[in-house]
C-alpha cells in the first residue's frame, strides 16, 4: 500500500515524487518509456530557471530522477492502463496492480500527428517528432518543419545547423511563437517560411521525395521536392486510461489551484490538465503542488 501514487515521470511527475517523498510519503511513480517525458529530446532549455545559458533537457531529466530516487521515491518502468476510484485506489498495469491511498495523474501529452496520406508510411523514413533526435541525418539536405509554435521554431533553428535548407509551413499568416525565438529563427539564412499552408500528401518510394502543400486561403496546391518532415503542430493529452473524471473540450484534465480533479484523492499536474502555459517551470511547479495536496489530504483522511 502506496501513500501515493504518480503516473507520469516528466517534470511534473518527478517533481511530485521529488516534493511527496521528501514528506516521507511512501511514493511510487510508474512510467512507461523513461523518465523526463518530452524534455529528454530537447537540445536545450533557456528559459527554465537557474541555468544561465540553458541546460540541455536530457542532463536535467537525469538530474530530476536522481533526486527523486536519492529522497526515497520508487520508480518502475510499466504502462498503466486503468485506474479503479474505490476507497483504496487500484492502478492496474499490463504487468501489475498496485494499491494506493491517492494518485497524482502527471502522464502528460503525445505528440499530435497530421493524418494525412503517406504520413503512417514515412514515419521514420523521412518523418520526425524531434529534431534533436534526427538532425544529423539531414546534413545537407532540403527538409521541411510543420507548425508554427515555439517547439516548431525551436526545432527549425537546430535543424539549421545541419540542413541545406528549412523550411517551416505553418497554416496561419503569423507565426506564434515568441519573439526571441522568431528573432533567432530569422538570423538564420537557411530558414523560410511558407504562410497559410497546410501539408495535404507526402510522396515517395523508399524515402520521402516530396510533399505536397494547399494554401488555404486561395486553395493553390505546390510540390515541395524535399528529403525529410518534422512535424511539430501540438499535443493529445495522455490519459485513455482515464474514466469518469472531469475534462475539458480539449481532453485536459479539470483541476483547481492545488491540482484537485472531480475524483477525491485524484490529482493531476503538468501537460495533461488544463492551464494556458505548459512548460518545465509550470510542470515542476504543478508536481511540488499536487504532492503538498496529497499531504493535507491524508492528514485529514
Do not use: W
Amino acid at each position: 500500500m502506496y501513500d501515493v501514487i504518480i503516473v507520469g515521470g516528466g517534470p511534473a511527475g518527478l517533481s511530485a515524487a521529488i516534493y511527496a517523498s521528501r514528506a516521507r510519503l511512501k511514493t511510487l511513480l510508474i512510467e512507461k518509456n523513461g523518465c523526463g517525458g518530452k524534455i529528454t529530446i530537447t537540445n536545450l532549455l533557456e528559459n527554465y530557471p537557474g541555468f544561465n545559458g540553458g541546460v540541455n533537457g536530457f542532463e536535467l531529466a537525469v538530474k530530476l530522477e536522481t533526486q527523486a530516487r536519492g529522497f526515497g521515491a520508487e520508480i518502475i518502468y510499466d504502462e498503466v492502463t486503468s485506474i479503479k476510484n474505490k476507497s483504496v485506489k487500484k492502478i492496474m498495469t499490463k504487468n501489475s496492480t498496485y494499491e494506493a491511498k491517492t494518485v497524482i495523474i502527471a502522464s502528460g501529452t503525445n505528440l499530435k500527428k497530421m493524418n494525412i496520406q503517406g504520413e503512417k508510411a514515412f514515419i521514420g523514413r523521412g518523418i520526425s517528432f524531434c529534431a534533436t533526435c534526427d538532425a544529423p541525418f539531414y546534413r545537407g539536405k532540403d527538409v521541411l518543419v510543420i507548425g508554427g509554435g515555439d517547439s516548431a521554431v525551436q526545432e527549425a533553428i537546430y535543424l539549421a545547423k545541419f540542413a541545406k535548407n528549412v523550411t517551416i509551413v505553418h497554416r496561419r499568416n503569423e507565426l506564434r511563437a515568441v519573439k526571441i525565438l522568431q528573432d533567432k529563427m530569422l538570423s538564420c539564412s537557411n530558414i523560410s517560411v511558407i504562410y497559410n499552408s497546410v501539408p495535404k500528401e507526402i510522396v515517395g518510394k523508399d524515402f520521402i521525395e516530396k510533399v505536397i502543400i494547399t494554401n488555404v486561403k486561395t486553395n493553390e496546391v505546390k510540390s515541395l521536392k524535399i528529403d525529410g518532415v518534422f512535424v511539430f503542430i501540438g499535443f493529445i493529452p495522455n490519459n485513455s486510461f482515464l474514466a469518469d473524471i472531469a475534462i475539458d473540450e480539449n481532453r485536459y484534465i479539470v483541476t483547481d489551484e492545488n491540482m484537485k480533479t472531480s475524483i477525491l484523492g485524484i490529482f493531476a499536474s503538468g501537460d495533461i490538465r488544463k492551464k494556458q502555459l505548459r512548460q518545465v517551470v509550470t510542470a515542476a511547479a504543478d508536481g511540488a503542488q499536487a504532492a503538498v495536496s496529497v499531504q493535507y489530504y491524508l492528514e485529514n483522511l
